[in-house]
């Protein structure tokens, strides 16, 4: 069974760059699509992007300026950068794998990021 | 692009069945046969529950049911359970260029 394991830094300053891993154990990350999806504090669902672990990437139109998604098959890792982040940007932050990029079959637990200064 | 409509609360008592929609237009629901549905509790990840607009992953049990009409998606609950309260969000592909759109969800409550 693959799990999931999100980390982060809690905390991050506005204009700054948030950072996030999701370890994969238990499984491979090649052949599957990788996706960043987070879900601000009593708020709902959004797709921030994704990658195939080849390196192809999708990300959504309204945060494409702003994001990179990377894959490090040594480490078996996926990240996540978002560039000059504000208060709108707190959220939880899962990665979820995807045999096909139209639905997500697993998830992490979430890893909460918080911006502030 | 909008995301997806969603009823914000839906209920019903153990044994009814409930129906949650998700409306969206014909450039996602309507243009694609990949609806998804997400099952939330608090303080959980979200599970899927129902993809390609009606398949249901193994260990989903045959209560969770989706259909699709036009541009609206359907997900129904039959013989209600305490334990399938929680949030539930519907998802759709979008498009090469939106790619992936989700609704804002929809609270059940089992009464």
């Known amino acids: 069974q693959v799990q999931l394991q999100e980390s982060g830094p809690g905390l991050v300053k506005p204009s700054e760059t948030l950072s996030v891993t999701c370890v994969v154990s238990?499984?491979?990350?090649?052949?599957?699509?990788w996706s960043w999806i987070r879900q601000p504090p009593g708020k709902g669902l959004e797709w921030i992007g994704h990658?195939?672990?080849?390196?192809?990437?999708n990300y959504n139109p309204s945060l494409k300026s702003r994001v990179t998604i990377s894959a490090d098959t040594s480490r078996n890792q996926i990240s996540l950068q978002l560039r000059s982040v504000t208060a709108a940007d707190t959220a939880v932050y899962y990665c979820?794998?995807?045999?096909?990029?139209?639905?997500?079959?697993?998830w992490g637990q979430g890893t909460l990021v918080i911006v502030s200064s | 692009q909008s995301a997806l409509t969603q009823p914000r609360s839906v209920a019903g008592s153990p044994g009814q069945s409930v129906t949650i929609s998700c409306t969206g237009t014909?450039?996602?629901?309507?243009?694609?046969?990949?609806v998804s549905w997400y099952q939330q509790h608090p303080g959980k990840a979200p599970k899927r529950m129902i993809y390609d607009v009606s398949k249901r992953p193994s260990g989903v049990p045959d209560r969770f049911s989706g259909s699709k009409s036009g541009n609206t998606a359907s997900l129904t609950i039959s013989g209600l359970r305490a334990e399938d309260e929680g949030d539930y969000y519907c998802c759709s592909y979008a498009g090469s260029y939106s790619h992936i759109l989700f609704g804002g969800g929809t609270k059940l409550t089992v009464l």
């Open positions: 014909s450039i996602d629901v309507g243009g694609y046969s990949y």
């Open positions: 238990g499984g491979y990350i090649g052949s599957f699509y």
């Open positions: 979820a794998r995807s045999s096909v990029d139209t639905t997500f079959d697993d």
């Open positions: 990658i195939y672990y080849s390196g192809n990437t």
